[in-house]
């Protein structure tokens, strides 16, 4: 008896009860549809994650100044300026497959024209972007002459591009920075959120010396070469962790600190840090799905319970076909089919409404949702595992049966 | 002398119902010949149910040996009895047993779909025994549109198409009325006059007048054995004022 025949069989015994298939598959087409949204929404999750990992730029590390006790109060991370930029040149010069680029922090509202715009200002060397992995849309970096010489040009992010400038082009043109004219030199590219959600386009950069000295002058400086902040990018294929040993061992030396007394600095590994946030929403995703599935084999039992009744129903025809000369397989695949048949039509619909489904929230709940054939054929591959394995012992309870009990059944 | 076609030595069938054992069977030696026209009959829990059930071979004896056309089919697996059935026997039931809202034509087909013949040749040789049983026009009428004479006919055909070594009926007019019940025993009778082995399970003497041989059975065993002056059906049918 061929597949073909099999599936007419399956497909006549089930449109006899329409309201009882339809019921019957509809766990599977819950489950199937569950488990495609579950992975869509974490699949997004994750993509979303990734692309802030991207955006942050791997094998970063970020070196904090240290706490100040000031009085018995201790005041937050960077507060004291321990690092200078001369630890940033020796940690370029000194460690092999490290750049190191020193920045200062500070607010200042931003004029031109008419318009204003309040934003960070960050002081820093050339070595920032491609530290950052961060690259210039137009313009040009800072040259020696204008790091020496503190001189008052600056690169703008998109953000205050569109705030301030809006369809003007930018470079050239002079932008006042707490009441000092600024030739903007250069524009960087679009990075969009960072991994906490604030905008990183939102920034001016500009020399070191110049932030220090013109911008966020003595208010928040008390030693004259130091930085808030070192970036240190890791070349690729180097163990970040490695490094970041090395980067400790060398700050610490250079800041002469006693073995056994704690760092003046905060060392964090960005990459490590992303890495475990996508782990965990890995980790989501597989437990959406494994939810969205406990769901697919409470449908599975609902196609064995329904197939146990059919097989009862039918036994007289089952009788029959025995005694016309069905063998044990040909019963065994005929109600397989038919079990099949409800999973993989539960399947196929619930596949649809899945999909659906996942559009529907990307739409209204305005999440990131990420289809992917390999999560929509799983999902079908599990439904049709789902109607072999619950369908086997009804099937088989069928192809056991005694002709003769089965004939004389009532 | 030809072998007989159905050949059973000491044939016996012991049911176990809880602790205490049941002997439907207690030692039949029966041959039938082929191009017999037997009929079985007896009480209910005569055995006669059982017999039949193990000539057909969809039961196999606790003891005793049978022969199916010289073949030793008393210790035959589930699948090679299921394959003994498909080529050997065409059983036709009380109920008629066809599978509803199937189509005549694929009811009648149903046996040669479990023998592997093409679907060409299965609806040719399908539509042949509708016409021989004179439903030719009712192919594709589902059993609920036909009646029950016509639906019993229907069950013929199908266990015609495979052509079988013997037709085996199981109180073949219980469900009928007398007069399609004439009807049915003519067909019987005429497809006995071509060469068919048919045997008739009836607890109605009526319908065992019709068969030329009447085994008899009383408690597992064959109590009588006669040969009789069959009645012709059809000539019966043609005296009867039509209905």
């Given at each position: 008896m061929n597949l073909a025949a099999l599936l007419r069989i399956a497909l006549r015994a089930l449109a006899v009860n329409k309201l009882r298939s339809a019921l019957t598959m509809?766990?599977?087409?819950?489950?199937?549809?569950?488990?495609?949204?579950?992975?869509?929404v974490g699949a997004g999750a994750q993509a979303r994650v990734e692309e802030q990992i991207r955006a942050l730029g791997s094998n970063l590390l970020l070196i904090l100044s240290g706490a100040r006790t000031q009085s018995g109060v201790r005041l937050g991370l960077g507060s004291n300026f321990s690092l200078d930029e001369d630890d940033a040149f020796a940690i370029t010069r000194e460690i092999a497959g490290a750049t190191a680029a020193p920045a200062?922090?500070?607010?200042?509202?931003?004029?031109?024209?008419?318009?204003?715009?309040?934003?960070?200002?960050?002081?820093?060397?050339?070595?920032?972007?491609?530290?950052?992995?961060?690259?210039?849309?137009?313009?040009?970096?800072?040259?020696?002459?204008?790091?020496?010489?503190?001189?008052?040009?600056?690169?703008?992010?998109?953000?205050?591009?569109?705030?301030?400038?809006?369809a003007t082009d930018p470079l050239g043109q002079s932008i006042r920075i707490r009441r000092v004219p600024f030739t903007v030199i250069g524009v960087l590219e679009n990075k969009g959120q960072s991994m906490m959600g604030t905008d990183q386009d939102d920034l001016v950069l500009m020399p070191l010396n110049t932030a220090r000295n013109r911008v966020l002058g003595a208010t928040t400086l008390a030693k004259q070469r130091a930085v808030g902040v070192i970036w240190v990018k890791v070349d690729d294929?180097?163990?970040?962790?490695?490094?970041?040993?090395?980067?400790?061992?060398?700050?610490?030396?250079?800041?002469?600190?006693?073995?056994?007394?704690?760092?003046?600095?905060?060392?964090?590994?960005?990459?490590e840090i992303m890495a475990a946030r996508e782990a965990s929403s890995r980790i989501l995703t597989i437990l959406l799905a494994a939810v969205a599935s406990v769901s697919l084999i409470v449908g599975g039992i609902g196609?064995?319970?329904?197939?146990?009744?059919?097989?009862?129903?039918?036994?007289?025809?089952?009788?029959?076909?025995?005694?016309?000369?069905?063998?044990?397989?040909?019963?065994?695949?005929?109600?397989?089919?038919?079990?099949?048949?409800?999973?993989?039509?539960?399947?196929?619909?619930?596949?649809?409404?899945?999909?659906?489904?996942?559009?529907?929230?990307?739409?209204?709940?305005?999440?990131?949702?990420?289809?992917?054939?390999?999560?929509?054929?799983?999902?079908?591959?599990?439904?049709?595992?789902?109607?072999?394995?619950?369908?086997?012992?009804?099937a088989r309870k069928a192809a056991r049966l005694n002709p003769v009990e089965a004939l004389r059944f009532e | 002398?030809?072998?007989?076609?159905?050949?059973?030595?000491?044939?016996?069938?012991?049911?176990?119902?809880?602790?205490?054992?049941?002997?439907?069977?207690?030692?039949?030696?029966?041959?039938?010949?082929?191009?017999?026209?037997?009929?079985?009959?007896?009480?209910?829990?005569?055995?006669?149910?059982?017999?039949?059930?193990?000539?057909?071979?969809?039961?196999?004896?606790?003891?005793?040996?049978?022969?199916?056309?010289?073949?030793?089919v008393s210790t035959l697996d589930r699948d090679a009895l299921a394959r003994t059935r498909n080529r050997n026997i065409g059983f036709v039931f009380q109920n008629f047993n066809?599978?509803?809202?199937?189509?005549?034509?694929?009811?009648?087909?149903?046996?040669?779909?479990?023998?592997?013949?093409?679907?060409?040749?299965?609806?040719?040789?399908a539509r042949q025994m509708l016409a021989r049983v004179g439903l030719a026009e009712r192919s594709h009428h589902l059993p609920s549109q036909l009646s029950g004479g016509q639906q019993q006919r229907v069950a013929i055909a199908r266990a015609l198409v495979t052509q079988p070594l013997l037709i085996l009926a199981d109180e073949p007019t219980g469900a009928l009325d007398s007069r399609t019940s004439l009807e049915?025993?003519?067909?019987?009778?005429?497809?006995?006059?071509?060469g068919m082995t048919v045997a008739i399970v009836t607890h109605e003497p009526d319908v065992a007048r019709f068969a030329g041989r009447v085994l008899r059975f009383l408690d597992g065993r064959v109590v009588s054995d006669e040969t009789n002056v069959a009645l012709d059906a059809g000539r019966q049918l043609a005296e009867t004022v039509p209905a």
């Open positions: 509809l766990g599977i087409i819950i489950g199937v549809s569950a488990v495609i949204v579950m992975v869509a200062v922090r500070g607010g200042a509202q931003l004029i031109w024209g008419n318009a204003n715009w309040s934003t960070a200002v960050y002081g820093t060397t050339p070595e920032y972007l491609p530290v950052r992995q961060w690259a210039l849309a137009a313009g040009r970096v800072f040259e020696p002459a204008e790091m020496s010489g503190a001189a008052k040009v600056c690169i703008i992010g998109q953000t205050v591009v569109k705030q301030l400038f809006g294929g180097l163990d970040t962790n490695a490094v970041a040993d090395q980067v400790r061992a060398l700050l610490r030396q250079r800041h002469r600190l006693q073995a056994g007394t704690d760092d003046d600095f905060s060392l964090r590994n960005l990459a196609i064995m319970n329904i197939m146990l009744v059919s097989v009862t129903e039918r036994t007289r025809e089952i009788g029959l076909r025995m005694a016309v000369g069905a063998r044990t397989r040909d019963i065994l695949g005929q109600f397989l089919v038919e079990a099949v048949t409800l999973s993989l039509i539960g399947g196929l619909i619930g596949t649809l409404l899945g999909v659906a489904g996942a559009f529907a929230v990307a739409t209204l709940a305005g999440w990131r949702v990420l289809l992917s054939t390999d999560a929509v054929l799983l999902a079908v591959a599990f439904a049709f595992l789902i109607g072999v394995f619950f369908g086997f012992y009804p | 002398m030809r072998v007989p076609l159905i050949q059973t030595q000491g044939l016996e069938k012991i049911y176990r119902l809880g602790d205490s054992e049941v002997r439907a069977l207690a030692g039949v030696s029966v041959d039938i010949a082929e191009g017999e026209f037997v009929a079985v009959m007896g009480p209910s829990g005569s055995g006669k149910s059982t017999f039949m059930n193990l000539i057909g071979c969809l039961d196999r004896p606790t003891r005793g040996a049978y022969a199916l056309g010289g073949q030793d066809l599978l509803a809202r199937t189509p005549a034509l694929e009811n009648v087909e149903l046996p040669l779909i479990y023998a592997g013949v093409p679907a060409a040749e299965r609806h040719a040789r049915l025993m003519a067909l019987f009778q005429e497809l006995n006059r071509g």
